[in-house]
């Protein structure tokens, strides 16, 4: 649904003397005199030849046709004139645009230049008219006063809210939203908006339920895509885009009188009601507007051009105005420096009014990414640009991009084309062309305008620049050194500030774009668009064509009737009801499954090391006991090791326990056991591990992995079970002979086995290095549900020791594992910290255990 309206213009090629002759016939020869000939000897011979010639009397009609033409073009002073000049008695469209800018000061015949020296009045003329009078001095002081502040309309009066304005307000007719493009700016990660382009998408939006007594309802129809929307800058995200387009009125406001519905009306808002953040947001479907914020389109205007070619009428108008007002004192043959004239509208508009005003165009082309040679130095000066350069060659796509666009420009009018400042010194130099009066800047640059400077005459030469365009949105920069050398000025124009700056120029902004209308009805102007209709077609693309430098294309915004609206708006309900159905639908099954899977969930924790649960319904056997040692003989204890790493755990610990010469001392490997391989895979390096929150998890954020985590530290447990009670069989000892000794994850299922009661009875002490108990919140709530322990003679002592640089076992575990075995039944837990000790057994652990066993053990 991309369309491109090109408004093709012929360039005729046929000879000037031969364009003379087939234009219009001899006048003088038909009415039988000579060109020097009175008015009376021409009304004289015309009365001859027409009565010979009338129809009534058998005469050619034709030819008397062309008699009363030649008779009123010869007895007609100015058509006599222009008849005797070209050969032709009516004006050309070129003729009447260059007769009609500026006053006619670029017609062949310009005025003369005393009358601008009339026009100046220059300080030596008032030191000698002496000083001013009284009235003199009011009028000066008038002059200076604001005069739209001095004076108070009907509107102004409204203004003051002396009035109940909800009773004047109209109900929008419209019941639904409207599509809005909106813009968002792009951000880093932290949040800090990024220079270039901005993101863009196209919603519907709700729109405004009233419109106020002086706004007016405006139903757009075309927007153009120009620099202030692509490089907004923006402070937020979702705003919608757009300062001008055209449309039609859709509902006025109560007290508004001069627009009634259907009103082509174009929308150019003063710029100091809106901004770059906050634009009018003419990109939408309905705009609300004030009525100063609009201006009512001629149907001379509607009957030629399209909607997306009168939405172009500000750039357009600028263009021309610029023209107009800087170029006051050029003169056909004049050069005019043009840069970035093919990135918009208003520049391919200035080469074409160049054209016709038989102006030279000298345009600057610089492609993002072409190497670029750069002028730096003093103003006036060879050394600045002679030894420039780039340091390497365009590439081939960058070559052929420069080469399609010096083409087209060329056709539109330029009389040169160059890729940057250095080279269109060095083609003056070597042409000894003047350099231009008037240098026009459509891009802005953060360096154009210092540029420009080097290529445009000094200031004493009443040299200006104009910056025209947004460009992308970067700080000019001039060193102030060169800007005093060269001694000229720096302009901006902005086309809607200019609109509102007097009540005669939106008159005047009309008639200009009157003249281009025959223009363009003549084939002599162009104008090159493509169109996105917003909902339809990918609003991404529309904006990126639009920032893409090597496009000349003008890219127009066009929207969906009202109808289309309402139907996409009803579809879009009958979506969202199915969306919300299905999300309901969706989130019923969920909650369903959720409670369900709760369910289970509790009944699976409430089984958990119980006589009802799986691992203590289907065992599976014992932990693989990987070393045996002490006195085995007749021994008084037992000493049971269940640690992570046996083999490289066994040196310390036969050290640790060599001076318990009557305890009998076996290590269970429980990681070499089928139950033991996900536990003995968990990481402990993990970062929920490291920062606490696994060992904080409580029973509603269990998932599947934990549960199974726990089936499976049971299982362990109950193995751990089997392994000691055949080791107590064999020597005769009873459970409170054993002493169980571990580190990490051995440590935390010997815990669970021993505070969970899987052993039949309570062993003599525990000794843990680094324990890692998975879910202390979940251990505390068993012992609980299991109701209170039998009395037993004495107390099972805990003895926990953790490295104080450990990662694995952080604080608040530690913290929260403490509480929860100072509050177990007949329990009592002594909790130390090793110094410079990490998540390993080590010596220091060994001697520490050496100390405690000789605590814990009884003495013989």
Same mark, same amino acid.
């Given at each position: ?31 039988g005199v000579d060109r020097g000939a009175t008015l009376h000897e021409i009304r004289s011979k015309f009365r001859t030849k027409v009565l010979a010639e009338h129809p009534d009397k058998g005469g ?218 906050k634009p009018i947001g003419s990109a939408r479907t309905l705009v609300t507007c004030n009525v100063e914020d609009i201006i009512k389109v001629p149907n001379e205007i509607l009957e030629e051009l ?110 040169? $084309? ?5 080279? &269109? ?156 159905? &299905? ?31 799986v691992a203590a319904m289907s065992p599976e056997g014992p932990l693989p006991a990987v070393y045996t040692g002490g006195n085995t003989k007749s021994p008084t204890s037992l000493l049971v090791w ?95 002979? $054993? ?122």
């Open positions: 649904n991309i369309n491109q309206i090109t408004l093709t213009h012929s360039i005729s090629h046929i000879p000037t003397s031969t364009r003379t002759n087939m234009a219009e016939p001899d006048y003088y020869a038909l009415i050619d009609p034709k030819k008397f046709q062309l008699l009363n033409k030649a008779y009123n073009i010869l007895t007609d002073q100015e058509k006599r004139r222009r008849y005797d000049a070209t050969g032709r008695a009516e004006k050309s469209a070129e003729e009447e645009f260059v007769e009609g800018f500026g006053g006619g000061r670029l017609h062949f015949e310009p005025r003369a230049k005393e009358a601008d020296d009339r026009a100046i009045v220059s300080l030596q003329d008032r030191i000698i008219l002496g000083p001013q009078t009284h009235e003199e001095g009011f009028a000066e002081w008038l002059r200076q006063r604001d005069q739209s502040a001095m004076v108070l309309t009907d509107r102004d009066f409204m203004k003051t809210h002396l009035f109940n304005a909800a009773e004047l307000a109209v109900k929008v007719h419209h019941p639904g939203p409207v599509h809005h493009v909106l813009g968002s700016p792009k951000t880093d990660a932290y949040g800090q908006n990024l220079p270039g382009p901005i993101q863009v998408q196209a919603k519907p939006r709700p729109i405004k339920k009233t419109v106020d007594h002086d706004e007016v309802l405006v139903r757009m129809l075309a927007v153009p895509v120009d620099d202030s929307m692509v490089y907004a800058d923006l402070k937020k995200a979702g705003v919608c885009l757009g300062m001008t387009g055209v449309g039609r009125v859709e509902q006025a406001g109560s007290r508004v009188e001069d627009f009634r519905a259907e009103d082509a009306v174009l929308i150019l808002p003063k710029p100091a009601k809106y901004s770059e953040d399209t909607p997306e070619q009168i939405c172009l009428t500000p750039v357009v108008v600028a263009a021309y105005t610029v023209l107009e007002l800087y170029g006051s004192k050029l003169k056909p043959g004049d050069s005019v420096l043009l840069n970035a004239a093919h990135m918009s509208v208003s520049g391919s508009a200035l080469l074409q009014l160049c054209k016709l005003l038989k102006l030279k165009p000298l345009c600057l082309l610089t492609l993002p990414g072409a190497p670029k040679a750069v002028v730096n130095g003093e103003y006036g000066s060879k050394s600045a640009w002679q030894d420039a350069g780039s340091q390497e060659p365009p590439s081939a796509s960058l070559r052929a991009a420069y080469d399609r666009i010096s083409e087209v420009l060329v056709t539109m009018g330029a009389e040169e $084309v160059f890729p940057d400042a250095v080279a &269109l010194l060095r083609w003056r130099d070597r042409n000894q062309r003047m350099l231009p009066k008037l240098a026009l800047d459509g891009i802005s640059s953060k360096d154009s305008i210092e540029q420009l400077i080097h290529c445009v005459q000094p200031g004493d030469k009443d040299t200006q620049i104009v910056v025209y365009g947004h460009g992308t949105a970067q700080p000019i920069e001039v060193s102030p050194h060169l800007l005093a050398a060269w001694g000229g000025k720096v302009n901006g124009f902005h086309i809607s500030r200019w609109v509102h700056s007097s009540t005669a120029n939106p008159k005047k902004m009309i008639s200009i774009m009157e003249n281009v209308t025959k223009l363009v009805r003549a084939n002599k102007f162009l104008i090159d668009t493509v169109l996105y209709k917003v909902g339809e077609d990918p609003i991404g693309d529309a904006f990126s064509r639009a920032a893409d430098p090597t496009d000349s294309s003008q890219v127009v915004l066009i929207f969906p009737t009202l109808a289309e609206e309402l139907q996409a708006s009803t579809e879009e309900q009958r979506k969202e009801k199915q969306r919300q159905i &299905l999300a309901a639908e969706q989130e019923a099954q969920k909650k369903k499954e959720d409670e369900e899977r709760d369910k289970l969930k509790n009944e699976w924790l409430q089984l958990l090391f119980t006589e009802q649960s269940v640690g992570d790493n046996v083999k490289a755990e066994m040196s310390v610990l036969a050290d640790a326990t060599s001076t318990s010469t009557n305890s009998a001392l076996m290590a269970v490997a429980w990681y070499e056991h089928p139950s033991g391989e996900a536990y003995a895979d968990f990481n402990l390096k993990a970062p929920e591990v490291v920062d606490g929150s696994w060992y904080l998890r409580d029973t509603a954020g269990f998932e599947n992995e934990d549960l199974d985590l726990l089936h499976d530290v049971e299982l362990l447990g109950r193995s751990l079970v089997e392994t000691i009670e055949s080791r107590l069989n064999e020597f005769g000892l009873d459970w409170s002979n $054993v002493s169980i000794m571990g580190f990490g994850k051995g440590a935390g299922l010997a815990m669970y086995a021993s505070l969970l009661r899987l052993f039949p009875k309570p062993v003599g002490s525990l000794l843990f290095f680094s324990p890692v108990v998975p879910f202390p919140a979940f251990l505390a709530d068993k012992m609980k549900a299991l109701g209170p322990a039998p009395v037993q003679p004495t107390v099972m002592k805990i003895f926990a020791v953790w490295g104080n640089r450990n990662r694995s076992t952080p604080g608040t575990y530690r913290q929260l594992l403490t509480q929860v075995l100072r509050k177990a039944p007949q329990v009592h837990c002594t909790p130390d910290t090793l110094p410079d000790s990490d998540h390993a057994f080590d010596t220091k652990c060994g001697a520490v255990l050496q100390q405690l066993l000789s605590l814990v053990l009884p003495r013989h």
